[in-house]
């Protein structure tokens, strides 16, 4: 019999589908802390973080990691990479909920949400919003993947002509332009909008700099929904204190949970989102049916998996 091992909670109705769906296989659900099932799962399903090299070390059994989550940057890959472990992901189902996040921050700016709020707090009436449209303007697209060509088939239906940006610059679905990373300086000063959805690679790594901010329309909306290691937070600091650009909407951090004392707490154009532009009820439930049919393929001894991960590339 097969042994499964969960390290996250997961509701009792998916365990009943599950075991249902998979009497062939042995289900627990714990924590990567509970050695006995460590040490003789052939398979664990987790978020990620909770698996280091000490966690390798006592999963002798291990032989395929499902990885519920896209970023895998605090996994010891080289590691699983040697131990000749297959790595898979859930990429594809975030697109919904961080899509509809990124629309969601984009109109509550545009159409002074925050502002109406505030008024009604106050019981003011004022009609003072000055609100403004998406309609018409441009988004600069990091990433136009799964979640990025997502947010740019949104944008398009709002009237936002959409470029995508990536390494080689080849075309991506719902981008009306692309270019790869070396045109970034020729194309910001355009953008009205830039949100990157990049994943943490080398090559994304402090891609961005107080440089790019400065060459940014002074109306602009920044938003960083991939990897907060995108940028040194310093210098997004010193140009949103400079006021180089309108707003920077952040859902990630350099460090996470962001500190007490971090500056952006209190910085005009600032908006926190504590990476959660990806939660959602559904996030669980697709997650596992990836994992279902990747499960299917495992025990008929197929090579046909979803989203495998190249661990020298890190995605």
């Known amino acids: 019999m097969t042994n499964v091992l969960f390290t996250f909670t997961v509701k009792e109705e998916l365990m009943e589908r599950l075991r249902s769906e998979f009497p062939q296989v042995n289900f627990t659900f714990s924590t990567s802390k509970d050695k006995t099932e460590l040490q003789k799962a052939e398979i664990i399903m987790t978020y990620g973080e909770d698996i280091t090299k000490e966690t390798l070390d006592q999963a002798l059994a291990l032989k395929w990691l499902m990885v519920a989550s896209a970023g895998l940057?605090?996994?010891?890959?080289?590691?699983?990479?040697?131990?000749?472990?297959?790595?898979?992901?859930v990429k594809g189902i975030h697109k919904t909920p961080m899509s509809e996040s990124v629309m969601a921050h984009l109109l509550s700016i545009k159409r002074s949400l925050p502002w109406i709020y505030s008024q009604q707090r106050k019981s003011e009436?004022?009609?003072?919003?000055?609100?403004?449209?998406?309609?018409?303007?441009?988004?600069?697209?990091?990433?136009?993947?799964?979640?990025?060509?997502?947010?740019?088939r949104l944008l398009q239906a709002f009237g936002v002509k959409t470029i995508g940006c990536n390494r080689s610059g080849d075309q991506a679905p719902h981008m009306d332009g692309m270019i790869n990373f070396e045109q970034l300086d020729e194309t910001?000063?355009?953008?009205?909008?830039?949100?990157?959805?990049?994943?943490?690679?080398?090559?994304?790594?402090?891609?961005?700099?107080?440089?790019?901010?400065?060459?940014?329309?002074?109306?602009?909306?920044?938003?960083?929904?991939?990897?907060?290691?995108?940028?040194?937070?310093?210098?997004?600091?010193?140009?949103?204190?400079?006021?180089?650009i309108s707003f920077s909407v952040l859902d990630v951090f350099e460090n996470e949970p962001l500190g007490e004392d971090h500056p952006f707490w209190d910085m005009d154009g600032v908006i926190i989102s504590p990476h959660v532009s990806s939660h959602s009820s559904e996030y669980v439930p697709r997650a596992i049916e990836i994992f279902m049919e990747n499960l299917q393929e495992w025990l008929n001894e197929g090579t046909d998996f979803q989203n495998v991960i190249d661990v020298e590339k890190g995605y």
Not at 131 to 147: C, V
């Open 73 to 89: 940057e605090k996994m010891p890959l080289r590691e699983i990479g040697e131990r000749n472990i297959l790595i898979t992901n």
């Open 188 to 244: 910001l000063p355009t953008a009205d909008i830039v949100i990157s959805v990049l994943p943490s690679t080398l090559e994304t790594r402090g891609l961005l700099t107080y440089n790019h901010f400065v060459l940014m329309k002074k109306d602009a909306i920044f938003m960083n929904f991939g990897r907060g290691d995108l940028i040194i937070e310093e210098q997004l600091i010193k140009a949103m204190s400079e006021r180089q």
């Open 125 to 152: 009436w004022s009609k003072r919003s000055g609100s403004s449209e998406l309609f018409g303007s441009t988004a600069l697209i990091l990433g136009p993947g799964a979640i990025g060509s997502e947010i740019g």
